[in-house]
């Protein structure tokens, strides 16, 4: 198409290469939703942003551009430039005589049609400048917060809009389950495309490889070369903490339908964030038929931006009775709380008529917490559905990588995933605790032994368990 001012998009000569025509094509031709996992260097990115200039000058309305973080769509998207031709990514897609005016420091571009267009991350959604969205691309799919999308798509359904998600893979968390929805929906475009289907150069992959063997080692190499270039799935996300172990749990049927049991008590670990999300690991205690420790996990749920009577409301919805253990920094003053409250206080005061007791988790290190939480999933069953979004952050909480050093850090990487991590953390800590409750109540699991009885019944037979 060509606007007033005779300018062609796409722009600068660009037209897609053909394993990209399928999903131009859907596009051009009306589709508004897409899953495309293609390899690294298969033009993902640049696909969709040429897409992006036609459709704002189709439709005027307002276009994002999403990435994990605010941060990283600078350096992959805005500052970026053609290795091929010198030119800004932006540049290539988005011509200058087509604008009115480019913000840098908001990543944003008004054009003169009126549509706007605009870099954001998955960290930051809701603080994005302008109207909400009709077109948005989630690039790094695999990477980013899945609540974005919780927040968007009503937005997109109700004024008609579109949505490509582009990523590699990165293990069998939320991207994954995009795509296999994607796959079985007929609406949708769903794309996998490995270098075999791209006819990239095959040594380039190789060479690719021996340096990650360089950094990472043999087998964290080829783990890498699968998930970038071969677009496996199944390969273990590089730093994961507890990728291993959640998948020993899928393997031996410990991801199913757990229900719960409502003789007894639903307890909780909490995390707690200052203007930010909470997030809540729900469980119930009992031994298997050998007498095994047993941690049936029923429920699991994360909110952004709201308050504790939010998730006391949607403990009371579920008829959640048990014990709240909470981070040891619960203690300190909760901001605009009458009589300047503790959380704990709060959270006691708010707990009262549903049946919840808030307790203080152990204050130990982070670290000693990462490795409780290792030894504390093979003791554990989750619920697939009602856990899936909390499965996918322990799969994909793992250890920061420092690209100067080139070696992994003593800490987590901070993303979307932490909150969650944060609290199957402090419920590793404190599930074999005794409950702070009175002596004539109580709390037994499933097969009606008290905590102290089940962990004893395991230690008899089984002297080598350690949580």
């Not at 944003?108 to 870099?119: A, E, L, P, Y």
């Not at 979307?416 to 404190?430: G, K, M, P, V």
């Not at 109580?442 to 395991?458: F, H, N, S, Y």
């Amino acid at each position: 198409m060509s606007s007033p001012l005779e300018v062609t998009l796409p722009h600068s000569g660009w037209r897609p290469r053909p394993h990209q025509m399928p999903l131009w094509c859907y596009l051009e031709g009306g589709g508004t939703r897409a899953s495309e996992v293609w390899h690294r260097r298969s033009g993902k990115d640049d696909v969709c942003l040429h897409w992006a200039a036609v459709a704002a000058h189709k439709r005027v309305a307002t276009y994002w551009h999403m990435l994990p973080e605010f941060a990283q769509g600078r350096k992959a998207i805005w500052s970026a430039v053609n290795p091929t031709t010198g030119v800004r990514r932006i540049d290539e897609a988005f011509p200058q005589e087509l604008r009115a005016n480019t913000v840098d420091d908001e990543m944003f571009i008004r054009f003169k049609c009126g549509s706007t267009w605009q870099v954001v991350g998955s960290d930051r959604y809701n603080a994005a400048v302008g109207a909400p969205p009709a077109g948005i691309v989630l690039s790094e799919w695999a990477l980013s917060d899945p609540t974005a999308w919780a927040y968007l798509a009503p937005i997109l359904a109700e004024n008609g809009g579109w949505a490509v998600f582009i990523t590699t893979s990165r293990g069998r968390n939320h991207a994954y389950t995009t795509h296999k929805m994607a796959l079985a929906n007929k609406t949708w475009h769903a794309q996998t495309l490995t270098v075999d289907d791209t006819g990239f150069p095959k040594h380039l992959v190789e060479a690719q490889r021996q340096e990650y063997h360089a950094i990472f080692g043999d087998d964290a190499g080829d783990a890498l070369i699968e998930q970038e270039y071969y677009c496996s799935f199944e390969a273990a996300v590089l730093g994961a903490y507890w990728g291993k172990q959640l998948a020993a749990a899928e393997r031996e049927g410990r991801i199913r339908k757990i229900d719960v049991d409502k003789r007894f008590p639903v307890h909780a670990a909490w995390d707690i964030g200052v203007d930010d999300a909470m997030a809540v690991w729900c469980f119930q205690l009992g031994a298997d038929a050998n007498g095994r420790a047993i941690i049936n996990v029923v429920d699991h749920y994360e909110q952004n931006g709201v308050g504790f009577d939010h998730f006391c409301d949607w403990f009371k919805d579920r008829d959640y009775r048990g014990v709240d253990w909470v981070p040891h920094d619960a203690k300190v003053r909760e901001p605009g709380a009458p009589g300047a409250r503790t959380r704990i206080e709060t959270l006691q005061e708010l707990g009262k008529k549903i049946g919840r007791k808030p307790a203080l988790a152990p204050d130990q290190k982070l670290m000693d917490g990462i490795n409780a939480a290792r030894r504390t999933i093979p003791f554990a069953r989750f619920d697939t559905e009602r856990c899936a979004k909390g499965l996918d952050a322990l799969r994909d909480y793992k250890a920061e990588w420092d690209r100067e050093a080139r070696v992994f850090k003593k800490t987590p990487a901070h993303n979307w995933a932490s909150h969650s991590a944060d609290a199957w953390r402090y419920l590793s800590l404190c599930w074999k605790l005794p409950p702070p409750i009175a002596a004539d109540e109580p709390i037994r699991g499933a097969t009606e032994m008290t905590i102290d009885e089940v962990w004893k019944a395991a230690q008899a037979r089984r002297q080598d368990a350690r949580i």
